[in-house]
Each structure stands twice: as structure tokens, then as C-alpha cells.
């Protein structure tokens, strides 16, 4: 989702009695109705070991020091289907200021019974009920809510968020240490990184935190060219991907720019900080980025891009993130492997026509089932119909806190289910090859696509060490 | 002075209100709580362009009413010539407009619009379908019903539409909305459309707002004496410019307009497309500003185009107004007809702008499987608050009746598929019927204030 995922700064956390009995549950909280599942598919796929695509979490260390309050829960999406319910501007901007919980409560709860159904909201819902024991947010709810989330906020409470309560394998994290293009991790074998390499498509690219981290400085393009390949060589074996989310402030058209025109460009911009017109800064952009995709298959990294909806509210513009855009690049590199993420949402019609006509194009579904379910469902449809079973990548939860997952990851398996489900009942589907395309969907594509062992062999083996720099200041 | 339609009811004269109603979807496919929700709702009907009922009493019965142009277009899709057709748009005996479709009716019978006119003719006349055999009795049922009052019977009391946002089609000398007989139950859009027109005359606005205009300043007198005068009763502000031009609206400044508006409008010189276009651009930015400022929605025609053979897509691409939801937050969207095709892109766009609202318009007589699948995505991609289950988009009451019953059954059926999916409680699905048929449109388009603002008579 969101290229820049930066919490705003507290005072302090809020306080709250512990709960007399805290939550458990025997059956999980589910989305659908049990009954309009088929069981066979449906036990399968709750025993699937999710391999989770696509998160932007924290370690631990840092979600213990957080607040304790309702952003958790609202940061970023369901907070744009509360704005887009009505919420004025003012108490928008109150929410992400006040230090106190109920008053968070307080701004949204006039929105919320208009925004509850929304995927974003019913991921809450079933979070907080299947975490906390909690089944709406209402007036009496809040305080219950934060305590049960205050008795649980210990040292362990990923793993039991992700491993215990979702059922999770391993989450490849969007994250990286200031300075740098990934994060080290207390959490290896959870957590796994891709590269990003996004802002070297900024529109304000700014090198000397890259220069001051590499300890290379850079007078040419040949010389950031160096920078990086420095990345690649640091996080290349032990990174599960490439990731790219320019589409956020330019189109997907990337042009292949030879160097000797780049070069130019690029000393007058980035060096030089002279002026130029936006399709002069695109193309030193679009060099980059092929040149980060020629290193990718160097390293034979997936190339993540988001494609498809905009986070947040009032700003987005759909013609910057057409996947059809991409055909060139799918075009010109065979040998990379590209995942368009977020189902290309509202254009996910495009992306199963390109994925079933590209060998080298998969279907990620990250975020996708909590923006849209029956869009997801509708796409997971269409996906069971006209693609091959290892083309598609089930879940991603995209989210910032782990706590939020539960409900993501609940949609995503139901909404798989029910499919399969459908296709059984109608005799297109057996209930084997229903089961094989489950664990295909939600976890093997993911291990051999992204070389989840390999990855993580090459962490075991030792991360990339700290670099004593100051981190870049914004 | 003839009856009153309710009397003849009352007597037997004429048999509305039959035991087994006319219904689209079998009810028992609708959760029983839900239906009674449903049923129950008095519908706030957010589009029509239904003529005044002394238009249509002024009518001799014919078909026209049920084979409204959504269900003629099905015919000349089917293959009835188009001047066929446009015969049958005019003044022609029945005999000889049932003469001309019979051979089509068919095939047609069974898209959206064809099972509209089957329920008209179903719930008012008591006729199953149009065959041979069915015309005279249904002429005669016609002239029986269609009396005074029929307005309010076929609409409030027969539909259950609490009242009708109405769309004059041409201006009324120069006028862009106009008095209604029934503050009550009609109401009107300023329709902006005509100003942004191809073959724009200035002489009828001129004349109506009695300023004469010899250049772009007194032309946005002219624009402002509409707003000033219909502002206050007026529901909204409705554009349907996508029938002929693109929905890129660039925000052009007055000073470029202006000579190009005196350069087309007043020295009547040829002018390039683009030329044009900068001025409709800086026309409706004008209107939006007005409408704004008198806290107006901007309703916006977005997708299919009615009748045949002449649609180009790019025209009516609901994607093409991002830029105009940037520069007017304040403003409040209503995109018409779910865009469709486009009726994804609606989606997403109504998800990301708060200031941006969907409307399932004409929505019901397009496509229903497109326009069901919309409605389920709408339950799980943006709050409630943000979508109008219903706007009948006809020219004849008992037309709109057909269209009606659909969209309640077919919001029906969707939520009900939801519940049995264990996706929403029926106290949720029911909340959700009917916050889309009736209570957003009641907050949004104010209603209740606009019709006192009718009611005051003559502005």
C-alpha cells in the first residue's frame, strides 16, 4: 500500500485495567458461514501453513513500545473507509494527534456504523474478536478492547499473532533500516525482506543517505549504478524479492532509456539538483528501474509492483497504476518473474488476462480480499477458470500491524474455500485437485517463487551487519 | 371532469393493488425479514425524466409506456430497424406499433428492460405479456386507468417511491428546471447539460433571464440568474455532456474561455473541437462552483449510452473525473448509472473520495447480473452511506414501476445471498436496504427542505 508507513508520535501510552479473563476461543472466528463451505476443502484449508506475500510489520521491540490505542486497529485502511464515510476533516486530523483512546473512539464512532461492513472493517471485527474476545467496536467495547490488547502486548505476541492464532509460515516483509533497502531482524525465518527500490523511481531522489550507508560516493551515473549493485550484493541472497510502488506518483510506462541518454539527465537532476521537466526526471526513473530489474534476475529476485488502488484518500489518480502499462517489461524480460500486486484492483480482469497470456506474470493478491471481498472472490473465480494452479499468489496482508492480520488471512481462506467450494459443487472441481489448488494458492507457489528455503538458509547463515551512519534524517 | 384514478380503484373500475403482486425475483429467494424491510421502504427515486401527468393524460394509450426507448433499444439490438423505431417513437397507432416490434419483442422480451415493461403491464393492467392477443385488452385497461391521480397511484402508492428527482430532457424556454405540480412527490434537477451543448443557442437563456449577452461575463450572469433562481428547490445539478464529448473537464481561465466563447457563441465563427471544448470545460467548472456554493450535488451521467449504434466508450469513462473530485472536495459526486461498463472503476473511485457517491440509476435495466455483482461488492468495498439503491431514469410512471420492483428485489436477492454467506446479519442487510433506497438520498439531496422550498410556488 502506502510507500511512506511512519506512525505519528505519541506523548505517552494510554492506561488500562488488565482483563479479569482474557480471550480464547476453541473454533476460530470465521467470515462465512461454515455451511456454504464444502468440509473437505474447507479443512484443508485451514491446515495450510500461510505463506503471507506481502506485510509492512514491525519487530516486535517496536510494537511493544507503541501506544496502546485504537491506530492499531484503524492505520491506514479502515481510517479511509471512515474518512470516505464522512469523517470531517478536522476529527481526521484529531485521531492521529490525541494520545487518549476513547477519544479516538469518540471522533470515529459517529462513522463507523456506516463503514463496519467494508472488507477493511470486517478484518478488524473478526481481529478483535478472535484476539480479544471482542465482537464490535461500540461505547463499552473500547476500554475492554485495549486492556485484553494491553495483557497480551509481551514478548512473544507476534508469533502467537501470526504463528499460533493465524497460521502463518512466514510473512515477506516491505521494511527496511534508514539508510538501507531491507531490515535485519530479530524474527528470522517469520520475517523475510524484499528490496526496495522504489525511491530510486522518488521524485525527489536524494542520494546522500544512500552515499553515507554505502560509503560510496556518487559523481555519475555509473556511480550510482554502483550504489546499487552495492544493495543487490548485501540483500540479494537472502531477499525474497524486488519491490516497486512508484505507481503511486507516476504511471507504470517504463521506457527502456539507453545510458548514454540517462546519464545526462541524470547529472543535471539528481547531481546537480538543476531543473527538469517531469519527462526528463521519468526517464533517469525508467533507467533505474530496468536497471534494477537486469539486477533482480542477476539475483533471481521476483519483481513485486504495485499496481491497482491508492491507499488513503482523495488523491488517486487511475491511470497511473494500469498493469497494462507493464506489457513491455513483461515483454522485454522473460526470464524475470513479475507480480503485480493488489490484484490490479479495480482492473483485475487485465491482470488475469495478462498472467494467463504471460509465462512470466503471477496473480498476487495481496491486500486485495480486505478492499474488496467480492471483487477478490470474483477475481479468485475468474483465476480458477483460466489460469494454471501455480500462477497465483493468495494472500498478502499489507498491513503494519500483526494484530489485523487474523482478519485478513480469515477472509482470504474463506473466500478461497468458498470458491473451490462452488467449483466442487457444480462438478467442475474434485475435491482433490480443490485441495491441491488451496495449498498451491496460499503457500506453495509462494515457497518455489520466492525460494523460501534458499531464503532462508541465507539468513541462518548471518545477516548483513549494521552500518555505523546516522540514520537519514526526513 | 374525469375521476379520480383512486375512485375508480375503489369501485372496482379498475383493478390495481392485485393479490399476487407482480415481483422480478421469487420472494421466496429473499429472506423473509428482510422482504418486509424492503417492501416496506418508500423509495427515494434519485433520477427520472418522467413527462407531467397533463402530458399524459393528454396521451392517447399506446405503447410507449411499457416499450420506453431502454426496451426499443433492445429491439433495434435485436435487429428493428431503426426507422422503425423512431416511427414508433411518434404519434402511430397502436395497431400499427405493435405491427412493427412483434417480430422482435421475442428475443427482447427477456433482457432487463423487456422484464420492466412485462411488470408494468403485468401490475397495472393486468396483461402477462404483449402478444396478439393482449393489445386490445390492454388499450382498453389504459384508457380505463390513466386518470387523474394517476401520478401519485402509480408512483407512491403502487411503487412506493416516496418522491421523484426529475431531469428535464430539453430546457423549457431556457429555462434549466421548472415548477413542479407536485412539490410533494417531484422534484427537479437544474439540468446544466443543454449549456455545455454542441449546438449551444444563447437567444432562449437570454431571453429567460432577461440579460442580453455579448460576452463570457454576462453568459455567467446568465448561468448565475438559473442557479438564483431554481437553487433553493432544485435537488441537484445533472450533466449528461458524456452523450457527446469526453468527461476530461480541464480547468480553463476565463480569459482563455472568453475569447473563444465570443469567437463560436457570438460571432458565430467556426471553431475547432478543442476550441469548443475549452469552453463547455470552463462552463461546467462554472456550474460546479455555483452548485457548490448552494451545496448542490453534481450528479453526472458516466457509462452506456441509450439507444443504439453510435456509443464510443472513452466518452463516458468515470475515471476521466478524478481530477474534478481533487479540485472540488467540498463538492459532493453522484456518478450515474454505476459507469458501466465501468461500474469497477466507480468502485474504487467512490472507496477513495469521500466526496464521491454511486448511484444505481438506469443501473437495474442495463445489466442485472453486473448490477448484482455491483451491489455485493458495494456491502464489502465502501460504507453505506455512499450508495442510491434506486433512480428509475423513465419517461412514464408505470415504467419506472417495473424498475422499481427490480431494484427492491434485486437488492433483495444480493443481501440475502450476503446473509446466507454468514457475511451480514439481517438486522445489518436491512439497515443497508434501507439506508440505499431512501434514507441517503433523503440526507443528501435534502429533501425535506427542498420541497418546502417548492411548495413556496412560482420562484
Given amino acids: 500500500m502506502s510507500p511512506a508507513r511512519k506512525r505519528p508520535a505519541r506523548k505517552q501510552a494510554a492506561r488500562h485495567p488488565r482483563p479479569s479473563h482474557p480471550a480464547k476461543s476453541a473454533k476460530p472466528v470465521l467470515w462465512l458461514n461454515p455451511r456454504v463451505l464444502d468440509s473437505t476443502v474447507r479443512d484443508e484449508v485451514e491446515r495450510i501453513r500461510i505463506v503471507d506475500v506481502h506485510e509492512h510489520l514491525d519487530e516486535e521491540e517496536v510494537r511493544l513500545k507503541q501506544p496502546n490505542d485504537l491506530t492499531r486497529f484503524f492505520m491506514y485502511y479502515t481510517f479511509s473507509d471512515v474518512v470516505t464515510a464522512g469523517l470531517s476533516a478536522d476529527a481526521q486530523g484529531k485521531f492521529f494527534a490525541t494520545i487518549d483512546p476513547i477519544e479516538q473512539w469518540k471522533l470515529i464512532r459517529k462513522c463507523w456504523p456506516a463503514a463496519r461492513n467494508t472488507g477493511f472493517s470486517t478484518a478488524v471485527r473478526l481481529s478483535i474478536k478472535e484476539l480479544y474476545g471482542i465482537d464490535d467496536l461500540r461505547d463499552e467495547t473500547i476500554a475492554p478492547l485495549l486492556a485484553a490488547v494491553a495483557a497480551r502486548n509481551k514478548p512473544g505476541v507476534n508469533k502467537w499473532i501470526l504463528r499460533t492464532k493465524c497460521n502463518i509460515e512466514a510473512c515477506l516483509v516491505n521494511a527496511s533500516d534508514p539508510g538501507d533497502l531491507a531490515r535485519r531482524t530479530k524474527n528470522p525465518s517469520l520475517f523475510l525482506f524484499d528490496i526496495s527500490v522504489s525511491d530510486f523511481c522518488a521524485d525527489a531522489l536524494d542520494m546522500s543517505g544512500y552515499e553515507r550507508f554505502t560509503g560510496l560516493s556518487c559523481s555519475s551515473l555509473a556511480d550510482w549504478k554502483r550504489i546499487i549493485d552495492w544493495y543487490f550484493a548485501r540483500w540479494g541472497r537472502q531477499a525474497v524479492a524486488i519491490k516497486n510502488v512508484c505507481a503511486y506518483w507516476r504511471p507504470l510506462r517504463f521506457e527502456d532509456v539507453p545510458e548514454e541518454r540517462a546519464a545526462p539527465i541524470f547529472e543535471k537532476w539528481a547531481l546537480r539538483k538543476e531543473e527538469v521537466a517531469p519527462a526528463e526526471r521519468r526517464v533517469a526513473q525508467d533507467f533505474m528501474f530496468h536497471y534494477c530489474i537486469k539486477r533482480a534476475i542477476d539475483y533471481g529476485l521476483p519483481i513485486k509492483i504495485h499496481t491497482g488502488y491508492f491507499g488513503g484518500n482523495g488523491y488517486m489518480d487511475m491511470a497511473q497504476f494500469q498493469v497494462k502499462d507493464l506489457v513491455p517489461l513483461f515483454r522485454q524480460y522473460p526470464e524475470a518473474r513479475f507480480c503485480p500486486m493488489h490484484l490490479s484492483y479495480p482492473e483485475w480482469s487485465d491482470l488475469v488476462g495478462l498472467s494467463k497470456h504471460y509465462t512470466n506474470v503471477f496473480v498476487d493478491f495481496c491486500w486485495a480480499w480486505i478492499i474488496d471481498p467480492e471483487a477478490s472472490l470474483d477475481c479468485a473465480r475468474q483465476c480458477l477458470g483460466a489460469l494454471s494452479s501455480n500462477k497465483v499468489l493468495g494472500f498478502g496482508g499489507d498491513y503494519g500491524y500483526a494484530d489485523v492480520v487474523y482478519g485478513h488471512q480469515r477472509i482470504a481462506r474463506d473466500g478461497i474455500a468458498l470458491v473451490l467450494s462452488e467449483a466442487v459443487k457444480d462438478g467442475r472441481l474434485t475435491k482433490t485437485d480443490a485441495k491441491i489448488y488451496a495449498r498451491r494458492w496460499l503457500r506453495e507457489n509462494a515457497m518455489e517463487l520466492f525460494r523460501i528455503d534458499d531464503k532462508r538458509r541465507a539468513q541462518a547463515m548471518g545477516q548483513p551487519g549494521p552500518r555505523s551512519v546516522p540514520p537519514k534524517v526526513p | ?459
Avoid at chain 2, 319 to 340: C, E, W
Fill in chain 2, 1 to 459: 371532469m374525469m375521476a379520480e384514478v383512486r375512485d375508480l380503484v375503489a369501485d372496482g373500475v379498475v383493478e390495481f393493488s392485485r393479490k399476487e403482486k407482480a415481483a422480478w425475483v421469487s420472494p421466496q429467494a429473499i429472506d423473509p425479514g428482510l422482504l418486509e424491510e424492503i417492501e416496506a421502504v418508500k423509495i427515494v427515486d434519485t433520477h427520472e425524466h418522467l413527462e407531467t401527468e397533463a402530458q399524459r393524460l393528454a396521451r392517447k394509450p399506446d405503447l410507449k409506456p411499457f416499450l420506453y426507448i431502454y426496451t426499443l433499444s433492445e429491439l433495434v439490438s435485436a435487429g428493428m430497424p431503426m426507422k422503425d423505431a423512431e416511427e414508433f417513437n411518434g404519434e402511430v397507432p397502436v395497431d400499427r406499433q405493435w405491427k412493427m416490434v412483434r417480430d422482435w419483442w421475442r428475443f427482447a422480451r427477456n433482457t432487463p428492460a423487456g422484464i420492466a415493461s412485462r411488470l408494468a403491464l403485468r401490475e397495472f393492467y393486468g396483461v402477462d405479456d404483449l402478444r396478439d392477443s393482449t393489445i386490445g385488452p390492454l388499450v382498453k385497461a389504459m384508457q380505463k386507468a390513466v386518470r387523474p391521480g394517476f401520478y401519485r397511484f402509480a408512483l407512491r402508492e403502487t411503487a412506493g417511491i416516496e418522491c421523484s428527482m426529475i431531469n428535464l430532457t430539453e430546457p423549457v424556454q431556457g429555462e434549466l428546471c421548472m415548477v413542479s405540480a407536485d412539490p410533494d412527490l417531484l422534484l427537479y434537477d437544474i439540468s446544466v447539460a443543454p449549456l455545455l451543448a454542441d449546438d449551444l443557442k444563447l437567444e432562449p437563456y437570454e431571453k429567460a433571464a432577461g440579460i442580453s449577452c455579448s460576452g463570457l461575463s454576462d453568459w455567467k450572469r446568465i448561468i448565475d440568474r438559473q442557479f438564483e433562481r431554481w437553487g433553493s428547490r432544485a435537488t441537484a445539478i445533472k450533466n449528461q455532456c458524456a452523450y457527446w464529448r469526453t468527461l476530461k473537464f480541464e480547468n480553463v481561465k476565463e480569459e482563455e474561455a472568453a475569447p473563444l466563447f465570443e469567437k463560436w457563441l457570438l460571432r458565430k465563427e467556426e471553431v475547432t473541437p478543442a476550441e469548443r471544448r475549452a469552453v463547455q470545460d470552463w462552463t461546467f467548472h462554472h456550474c460546479i462552483r455555483r452548485a457548490t456554493d448552494l451545496d448542490l450535488p453534481v450528479k453526472i451521467h458516466t457509462g452506456y449510452h441509450a439507444w443504439n449504434n453510435y456509443s464510443d466508450p472513452s466518452w463516458f469513462q468515470p475515471k476521466d473525473l478524478a481530477r474534478l473530485f481533487r479540485r472540488y472536495p467540498r463538492t459532493r459526486f453522484d456518478l450515474f448509472h454505476i459507469g458501466y461498463p465501468e461500474h469497477r472503476d466507480v468502485v474504487a473511485l467512490a472507496k477513495h473520495y469521500a466526496n464521491v457517491w454511486v448511484d444505481l440509476c438506469w443501473a437495474w435495466l442495463l445489466d442485472t447480473a453486473a448490477t448484482l455483482k455491483f451491489v455485493r461488492q458495494c456491502v464489502g468495498a465502501i460504507p453505506l452511506n455512499k450508495v442510491f439503491g434506486f433512480g428509475g431514469d423513465t419517461g412514464f410512471p408505470d415504467y419506472a414501476f417495473g424498475h422499481a420492483r427490480m431494484a427492491r428485489d434485486g437488492i433483495g436477492l444480493a443481501l440475502t445471498q450476503l446473509m446466507h454467506e454468514g457475511r451480514l446479519t439481517r438486522d445489518d442487510a436491512r439497515q443497508i436496504a434501507r439506508a440505499w433506497l431512501r434514507d441517503n438520498a433523503m440526507e443528501m439531496f435534502r429533501i425535506e427542505e427542498r420541497r418546502k422550498a417548492a411548495r413556496m410556488g412560482e420562484p
